[in-house]
Every structure is written in C-alpha cells, then in structure tokens.
C-alpha cells in the first residue's frame, strides 16, 4: 500500500515536469550529440529515406506529389540545380540570345512591337554661315496705291538663333495707283494724297526663336523655322502730284525708318529654303498739300506745295523668296 502510493507520487510529478521541459525547449538552441553529428549527410548530399528502415509509409509519395508541377520542377530542388539554373540565366544574358522582357522560344510575346527611332540631328546649322534672302513684295495696306519691290538681304549668323545683316528694297518703277484711287475720284471728285516710293536701306538683327518638322504624305520629312526682325534704316519717297500735277512736281527725300518683322521658312536642301516674310516699315511721310491757289504766282510756290504736317506710315510689305545659305555645306561638331 505504501509502494504504491510512492509510485503514484512520481508519476504525477513526472506528468508536471513532462510538458514543462518541452514546451521550454528551443528550436534555436538544439543541440546534438557527437553520434547524430557524425551521421549527418554532407553539404551537397540528400539522404535517402525510402531504403531506410523506419521509413513513413506514403511519405515518398507525398515529396513526389509536391515536387510535381507545371514545368516539370519540385520544390523540393536540390542548391545545385538552383546555382546551375541561375549560371544558364546568366550565360544567355552574356551572349544576348535572351532580351529583358522578351518571350522564351517558340512563345508569342505579350508586349507590342514599336520601332525605336534615333535622334535626328539639326537638318541645317546655321551658326557662322551667310544668309542670302533674294525676294519680291508686295504692299499689304494701302487701298489708294501699290507698291511692289524687288529685295536683297543678307544677314550673317553670330550663333544659330541670332544673325545681323543688312537689306535692301527698289521700288521705283513698280509703284502705281489702284483702281479704287481712281474709281473714289470719279466718284466723289475727291483725290487722296499718295507718294510714290524710290528705295529703301536697312539694318537688321534676326532671332530664331522656333525650329521643328512635319511629315509630309508620311513620305517626307521638312524642316522649318520662324524668326522674327527689327532694325532702322531709311527710304527715298515723294508725293504724287494730284492736286495741281500742272504745277507741281516733287524730288525723293531721304526718310528715317524703323521695321519690324516675322517670316518662316521651310528648307528644301541643307543651304536652301523658301521663305515667307511679312515686314512693317514705318517712317514720318511727307504729303502733298491740299491747298488750291488761283494766281500762277502762288501756284508756282514750292514752299505751298507740301503740307505742314508729317503722317506717320505704316507700309506693310509681304516678302516671298529664297533664302541660300554660304557656305553650301558645314560639320557637326560633337562635344567632346
């Protein structure tokens, strides 16, 4: 009765101890003995269970069950046959056969093909080379008379957006009344006050402040650019005589004129284009006078002959040429 009461008494002390020290253990912290480490597999080995006495039943299976999948790799894949999947990446990496993003063999890639197009250089450069502007023009605003030029500009490029030159414009010859001037005197039996213009000099500084192309028909590519202009100069003008043309016959007199302007052009080769320009010259205009006198004395007064008054002229000219670049060819300098 006493033996079993002892033996009692260490069962369930051994019930309290028991899952005390197993749940305490850590799986950090495990420890083997010198026979379990002796017995270990070495590094690049995986022991075989399925010869092995002890071995689960079914366990064999249920690794080759998981291993299975699409592609035909496990999980349970051995450190080499990973390093050796990894140096096969590599390998075809090095010698280009396999593109970031591209479709493996004989598969379809999912993303869709675009051509990558280069850079395009500047068609034309401008800088340190002579633009000449031949052109013909045609005055825009003046309904009474008409005045057409033959131009000649020049401007040389100190960098590509900005040039300095000079320009010159023949009018005489190519001035002429309108129908309306004559159709409004017919009419009303009024005449209105109209010069007739010799020529004209100016001095110009040209920016470029916008370049680009277009493609035309999907064919062609063209190049264009847009500028604008400002500069002083002068022009020869004087009045036609309308009021007393019996009398009076006027000389062309040097004016002082500033111009303003904006033109594009669209290159047709690297040295030459066509242009468009329109350009405003204005200038203080003398006029002919009003004033009708009846004795051949006054009449004959030169000083009665223009008006008194200066009117400030707006003579806005439409230009239309060719704009040749000299020399005909240049090289692109890289930076280094």
Do not use: C
């Not at 033109?263 to 350009?279: D, P, Q």
């Amino acid at each position: 009765m006493k033996r079993t009461r002892i033996e009692l008494a260490v069962m369930f002390v051994a019930l309290l101890l028991g899952p005390t020290a197993v749940f305490a253990q850590d799986e950090d912290t495990m420890s083997f003995g010198e026979e379990e480490v002796e017995a270990a597999p070495e590094e690049g080995e995986v022991e075989d269970f399925t010869g092995e006495e002890g071995a689960v039943p079914g366990e064999e299976e249920g690794m080759a069950e998981e291993g299975e999948g699409e592609g035909g790799e496990g999980v349970g894949a051995t450190d080499e046959d990973v390093l050796s999947a990894l140096e096969d990446d590599e390998d075809l990496e090095a010698t280009g056969d396999v593109t970031v993003g591209a479709a493996a063999p004989g598969e379809e890639s999912e993303l869709p093909g675009h051509p990558i197009w280069a850079v395009q250089q500047v068609y034309a450069l401008r800088a340190h080379r002579v633009d000449v502007q031949p052109s013909f023009g045609v005055s825009m605003n003046d309904p009474f008379v008409q005045h057409q030029s033959f131009n000649v500009g020049a401007a040389f490029y100190i960098t590509e957006v900005l040039a300095a030159g000079i320009s010159f414009n023949w009018y005489r010859g190519f001035n002429a009344p309108t129908e309306t001037n004559f159709s409004v005197s017919r009419a009303t039996h009024q005449t209105v006050p109209i010069n007739e213009y010799m020529l004209g000099a100016q001095i110009n500084f040209t920016y470029v402040p916008i370049y680009g192309k277009f493609a035309l028909l999907k064919e062609w590519i063209l190049h264009w650019d847009v500028w604008v202009l400002g500069g002083g100069g002068f022009i020869f003008t004087r009045p036609y005589a309308v009021i007393d043309p019996e009398y009076r016959e006027f000389d062309f007199g040097m004016k002082f004129s500033f111009n303003v302007g904006i033109g594009g052009r669209l290159y047709l080769t690297r040295f030459a284009a066509i242009f468009v320009e329109l350009r405003d010259y204005i200038f203080p205009e003398e006029l002919e006078s009003l004033e009708t006198y009846s004795t051949a004395e006054d009449r004959e007064r030169k000083s009665d002959w223009i008006d008194d008054n200066y009117k400030l002229t707006n003579n806005v000219m439409l230009h239309i040429g060719v704009s040749l670049f000299l020399p005909f060819t240049f090289d692109y300098k890289l930076p280094k």
